[in-house]
């Protein structure tokens, strides 16, 4: 990851937990944390964009990879340009944000 305007990493508990590039298309994890630790993560920073949609994590298309049932599980969905938030998930999980659960930096 490269350090770049509107470019976003989450910290859990102090460790490097997902990066998002400008605009949140693309996602790298970070394998020091579980697989729903990162998908939460990975949720929490998509909600900093307008309209989220993650087109690749960690180099590949959303549906092939390791992480899919995570990202699902944290709100997302596939669309024709790859997985978008769906709309109740970014609420809820805004307000996770403001009581102290995974947020970004």
């Not at 976003?8 to 490097?16: A, F, H, I, S």
């Amino acid at each position: 990851p490269a350090r770049q305007a509107g470019a976003y990493v989450v910290l859990l508990e102090g460790t490097l937990g997902a990066f998002a590039s400008a605009g949140g298309r693309q996602g790298l994890t970070f394998e020091t944390l579980a697989p729903e630790a990162i998908g939460a993560a990975g949720a929490a920073l998509l909600t900093r964009y307008r309209k989220p949609v993650l087109e690749t994590i960690d180099g590949i298309a959303p549906a092939a990879s390791p992480l899919v049932t995570s990202v699902r599980a944290a709100g997302f969905g596939p669309g024709y340009r790859g997985y978008t938030l769906r709309q109740g998930f970014a609420a809820s999980l805004d307000e996770e944000r403001n009581r102290g659960g995974a947020r970004p930096r």
